[in-house]
């Protein structure tokens, strides 16, 4: 998605950075991940989480293409919630090439926190964009000395000439290593004719096992069902669409860094708002030129980036904050 250069009629006036943020909007569902009593219980609360985070995102983006976050970018916020502490969430452009994005989610009262790198590769499909996002999203309960490692679906824009509309599609993994449960689910692409729109299904399985522990199916913009392998044991229905999201609370752009997403890319989304394109165009174009003049200055001064809220750990990234 970071690769693909949009024209600015097709771009939604929000970044990347803050479009991760949206799937995100569920913080009671988060925090309550930790609550569950075995680890099955744990495992099952894990995977609905994950399965009703895409809804948010595709609701709000509606097939646009956000900004590209420039290299040092970075977007906060908090969702509060009455129940317990506010929770936050962080999020860098921590490489330009290959465009990289880490993330961070915490609730320190649960002591549960979600870290991240997406990697987006686009590829032009005709009429349509294929973007494969490589990375890794990590849950952690530390109460539970449990990690939840979870890969992540290719996102397909569809007419993106004409009206576009988003689908996901490909298998991803659930995996906690020290239960030993897995999920295998696989998000369904509408065929030409007939079939469902944004179908999902899979299993979860205890690596122990031969036999799956629920049989999951449904859509994942609306309602989903795990129906378990125990016959006296009652399917758990949950809808994404009527599991809402609340909304995120976002310093005012005029407390913001230069580097914060809204400040960063104000002049644009205020010409977009304003529907003048020319002045939107020149001043993307001009973040743009900055990004690679500065690329230039660090070449020539033979200079290493280093971000400002996360450093490299192995093949990832990890928020310098992070509970412990």
């Given at each position: 998605?970071?690769?693909v250069?949009?024209?600015?009629?097709?771009?939604?006036?929000r970044?990347?950075?803050?479009?991760?943020?949206?799937f995100?909007?569920?913080?009671?569902?988060f925090?309550?991940?930790?609550?569950?009593?075995s680890?099955?219980?744990r495992?099952?609360?894990?995977?609905?989480?994950?399965?009703?985070?895409f809804?948010?995102?595709?609701?709000?983006?509606?097939g646009?293409?956000?900004?590209n976050?420039?290299?040092?970018e970075?977007?906060?916020?908090?969702?509060?919630?009455?129940?317990?502490?506010?929770?936050?969430?962080?999020?860098e452009?921590?490489?330009?090439?290959?465009?990289?994005?880490?993330?961070?989610?915490?609730?320190?009262?649960?002591?549960?926190q979600?870290?991240?790198?997406?990697?987006?590769?686009p590829?032009?499909?005709?009429?349509?964009?294929g973007?494969?996002l490589?990375?890794?999203?990590?849950?952690?309960?530390?109460?539970?000395?449990?990690e939840?490692?979870?890969?992540?679906?290719?996102?397909?824009?569809?007419?993106?000439?004409?009206?576009?509309?988003?689908?996901?599609?490909?298998?991803?993994?659930?995996?906690?290593?020290?239960?030993?449960?897995?999920?295998?689910?696989?998000?369904?692409?509408?065929?030409?004719y007939?079939g469902?729109?944004?179908?999902?299904?899979?299993?979860?399985?205890?690596?122990?096992?031969?036999s799956?522990?629920?049989?999951?199916?449904?859509?994942?913009?609306?309602?989903?069902?795990?129906?378990f392998?125990?016959?006296?044991?009652?399917?758990?229905?949950?809808?994404?669409?009527?599991?809402?999201?609340?909304?995120?609370?976002?310093?005012?752009?005029?407390?913001?860094?230069?580097?914060?997403?809204?400040?960063?890319?104000?002049?644009?989304?205020?010409?977009?708002?304003?529907?003048?394109?020319a002045?939107?165009k020149?001043?993307?174009?001009?973040?743009e030129?900055?990004?690679?003049?500065?690329?230039?200055?660090?070449?020539e001064?033979?200079?290493?980036?280093?971000p400002?809220?996360?450093?490299r750990?192995?093949?990832?990234?990890l928020?310098?904050?992070?509970?412990?």
């Amino acid at each position: 998605m970071t690769r693909v250069t949009s024209p600015v009629f097709a771009l939604e006036r929000r970044s990347l950075l803050e479009m991760y943020a949206d799937f995100l909007s569920r913080p009671r569902m988060f925090q309550s991940i930790t609550e569950g009593d075995s680890p099955e219980e744990r495992m099952i609360r894990t995977t609905k989480y994950f399965l009703t985070a895409f809804f948010s995102g595709k609701i709000s983006s509606g097939g646009r293409k956000p900004y590209n976050p420039i290299l040092g970018e970075f977007f906060e916020c908090t969702w509060n919630n009455s129940d317990y502490d506010p929770v936050k969430f962080t999020a860098e452009q921590v490489s330009h090439n290959p465009p990289i994005t880490a993330l961070h989610l915490e609730s320190p009262s649960k002591r549960v926190q979600l870290t991240g790198h997406v990697w987006s590769k686009p590829k032009f499909l005709g009429m349509a964009v294929g973007v494969e996002l490589d990375g890794e999203i990590c849950i952690s309960l530390l109460e539970h000395d449990e990690e939840y490692l979870f890969t992540l679906p290719t996102v397909y824009v569809r007419s993106i000439l004409t009206l576009p509309w988003v689908e996901l599609g490909g298998v991803v993994k659930v995996v906690c290593r020290k239960s030993g449960y897995q999920g295998t689910l696989e998000f369904h692409t509408k065929p030409s004719y007939g079939g469902v729109a944004n179908g999902v299904s899979g299993d979860i399985r205890d690596a122990s096992s031969t036999s799956a522990l629920c049989e999951i199916s449904g859509v994942w913009t609306g309602e989903m069902k795990m129906t378990f392998g125990d016959p006296g044991r009652e399917p758990v229905v949950f809808d994404a669409a009527k599991a809402a999201g609340i909304d995120k609370i976002v310093r005012p752009v005029s407390e913001q860094g230069d580097y914060e997403s809204r400040r960063l890319w104000r002049r644009v989304t205020l010409a977009l708002k304003r529907g003048d394109r020319a002045k939107a165009k020149q001043a993307k174009e001009e973040l743009e030129e900055r990004q690679r003049r500065d690329e230039r200055a660090r070449v020539e001064n033979v200079l290493e980036y280093r971000p400002k809220l996360f450093c490299r750990s192995g093949n990832g990234w990890l928020f310098n904050e992070s509970l412990r």
